[in-house]
């Protein structure tokens, strides 16, 4: 009887959630983890005040009007990636047109800020 009381108290130990052995989730993984962004260079060809009013972290400014100027001192290698963003993704059109023109070949636009923010980007 001793027997079977012990075991039963060892069984009921390790099925408790408050017993040594078992392991409660984190919070971080109840929940899917943010999307990662690409690799290459990230730029925002808004303008220098959209830009302002917030934008993803680690990307660089680069007016649409300004990025065949400026893109070579950011992305020298042509076969490097580079991602554009702006509101709509009309503007990062129109960069990743000039890119082109330029050369490059890795270049993605990936659309409008607001709908980064929505798929988790940040």
Same mark, same amino acid.
């Given at each position: 009887?001793?027997?079977?009381?012990?075991?039963? #108290? +060892?069984?009921?130990?390790?099925?408790? @959630? #408050?017993?040594?052995? /078992?392991?409660? @989730? $984190?919070? /971080? =993984? $109840?929940?899917?983890?943010?999307p990662a $962004? %690409?690799?290459?260079?990230?730029?925002?060809?808004?303008?220098? =005040? =959209?830009?302002?009013?917030?934008?993803?972290?680690?990307?660089? !400014?680069? @007016? %649409?009007?300004?990025?065949?100027?400026? +893109? %070579?001192?950011?992305?020298?290698? $042509?076969? /490097? @990636?580079? !991602?554009?963003?702006?509101?709509?993704?009309?503007?990062?059109?129109? %960069?990743?047109? =000039? #890119?082109?023109?330029?050369?490059?070949? !890795?270049?993605? !636009?990936?659309?409008?800020?607001?709908?980064?923010l929505k798929?988790? #980007?940040?």
């Amino acid at each position: 009887m001793k027997k079977l009381l012990h075991t039963a #108290l +060892i069984a009921a130990a390790l099925a408790s @959630p #408050l017993s040594v052995g /078992a392991v409660s @989730p $984190k919070p /971080a =993984e $109840k929940t899917a983890a943010q999307p990662a $962004k %690409a690799k290459g260079v990230w730029i925002d060809v808004r303008t220098p =005040e =959209e830009f302002k009013q917030g934008h993803l972290k680690g990307t660089l !400014n680069i @007016p %649409a009007d300004q990025i065949a100027a400026k +893109i %070579a001192a950011v992305s020298p290698d $042509k076969k /490097a @990636p580079v !991602n554009l963003y702006c509101r709509s993704g009309r503007r990062a059109e129109v %960069a990743l047109q =000039e #890119l082109k023109k330029m050369g490059y070949t !890795n270049v993605t !636009n990936h659309g409008g800020y607001e709908d980064l923010l929505k798929k988790g #980007l940040k």
